[in-house]
Structure formats: structure tokens, C-alpha cells
């Protein structure tokens, strides 16, 4: 079975620091891609980066970035000068080859504290 | 405007009581999903469609019926509700080309007492 698992229910972090997010799946499948998503209090799903299991190099997105590890199967996000705006639940989640199917871990409560 | 909403954003009901939720999508993708959010859980997939005549279970199907009536349209329904389809739901849309990029609608909060 393909699962995404999120083991910090909750973190915080003072504005202008750097956060990581850890995330770990489980697949035997070679073509992939990995998300994280972030939902806000409005509730609505937004991603925030994407990575394609066949890139070596870590994607980044601004203040957002990566550590990729295809072998040990994880995936972290390192939220770097940590804004009040970037308080939100965060999403790990992978989709396998070309089905579009979303496969979720249980999600981060980030909180950035002022 | 939104390119996938969904109606109604917030519902309560009474358990049995048949309930459709309802998605629309401007986007023109082929594919959609329904996902069931829940605390600790995450979202995990119910139905998911790739054309109007394809349509198949995910995850967590038993309880739900779905309908695409229309490319740009597939409904959720809960024939008889029950308290612990108490969640928050999502409506997702992707192109065929890219079908890891989906589109979220905004959720639909469902209560059933």
C-alpha cells in the first residue's frame, strides 16, 4: 500500500525563523510526484511546491524549499523567514505515475508566533 | 471567478437523510475527484472520474454515490446520512496532460446530526 505519513501534529515557529516539515512515503513505484499543500484557516488547498521523483535537484519556491531523499523515501519542507501569513495546516502528499490520484499524509499545524 | 466551486460551502442534515453535493469546474479538464477531509486523517480519495463514462471507486467509497453528468460537472451523493460522514469536502479537477496538477474548489462543510 502507498502511504504518506506526517509524524509532528503541530509546530511553531517565531517570525523570520526557519521551520521544516517532515514528511515520509512508502511506494514501490518509480515514477512519482510529491506536493505540499498548504490550507489556511479559509480552508482552501493550496500548493505550495512540487517535486518529480525523477529530478535529483531539490525544487524551491521562494521562501519554500525541499530536501528530497528518493532512497530513504522522504521528503521535507523548509519554510525559510517564517511569516504570520504562513500559519496554516500543512499537507505532504504524493501522486503515483499518471493517475492524478492525491495520496495525503495527516497533515502539520504550523503556527508562527510574532 | 472561481474555476472549480462547489454548492452548497456549508450543509447540515439529519442522519438518513439523502444529501448531493454538488461540483462545477470552468476549467475544462476531463478529470475530477472527491476527497473526504478529516481531523488527523488528512483528505483521502472517494470517487474519481476521468471522462464523462469513466468513473471509479477510491479509498473510501462505500457510503457515497457520484455522478458526472457532464464534463464540467460530477456530484457526490450520501444516499442515507450518517454522523460519521461528518467531514469536510473537496472537489478536484486535473488535465489529462498533466493530471498531477490539481485544482482545488473551496469545500463543502458537511454536518449530520
Known amino acids: 500500500a502507498q502511504t504518506v505519513t506526517q509524524s509532528q501534529p503541530e509546530m511553531s515557529v517565531q517570525e523570520a525563523e526557519t521551520v521544516t516539515l517532515s514528511c515520509t512515503y512508502d511506494?514501490?513505484?518509480?515514477?512519482?510526484?510529491l506536493f505540499w499543500y498548504k490550507q489556511p484557516p479559509s480552508r482552501q488547498m493550496i500548493l505550495v511546491i512540487r517535486?518529480?521523483?525523477?529530478?535529483?535537484q531539490n525544487a524551491t519556491e521562494n521562501r519554500f524549499s525541499v530536501n528530497f531523499q528518493k532512497a530513504a523515501k522522504s521528503f521535507s519542507l523548509k519554510i525559510s523567514d517564517s511569516q504570520l501569513g504562513d500559519t496554516a495546516m500543512y499537507f505532504c502528499?504524493?501522486?503515483?505515475?499518471?493517475?492524478?490520484?492525491?495520496?495525503f499524509g495527516q497533515g502539520t499545524t504550523l503556527q508562527v508566533k510574532p | 471567478d472561481a474555476d472549480v466551486t462547489q454548492t452548497p460551502r456549508n450543509r447540515i442534515t439529519k442522519t438518513g437523510k439523502r444529501i448531493m453535493l454538488e461540483c462545477s469546474q470552468t476549467?475544462?479538464?476531463?478529470?475530477m475527484y472527491w476527497y473526504r477531509q478529516d481531523p488527523g486523517l488528512g483528505l483521502r480519495l472517494i470517487y474519481y472520474?476521468?471522462?464523462?463514462?469513466?468513473?471509479n471507486k477510491g479509498e473510501i467509497s462505500d457510503g457515497y454515490s457520484v455522478s458526472r453528468q457532464a464534463q464540467a460537472k460530477f456530484s457526490l451523493s450520501l444516499e442515507s446520512a450518517i454522523p460519521n460522514q461528518t467531514a469536510l469536502y473537496f472537489c478536484?479537477?486535473?488535465?489529462?496532460?498533466?493530471?498531477?496538477?490539481?485544482?482545488f474548489g473551496p469545500g463543502t462543510r458537511l454536518t449530520v446530526t
Open positions: 478536484a479537477t486535473s488535465d489529462d496532460l498533466k493530471p498531477y496538477e490539481q485544482y
Open positions: 511506494t514501490s513505484e518509480n515514477n512519482y510526484y
Open positions: 517535486q518529480e521523483a525523477y529530478k535529483q
Open positions: 502528499a504524493f501522486s503515483p505515475g499518471n493517475t492524478g490520484k492525491l495520496i
Open positions: 476549467k475544462g479538464h476531463d478529470r
Open positions: 472520474s476521468f471522462d464523462v463514462k469513466d468513473i
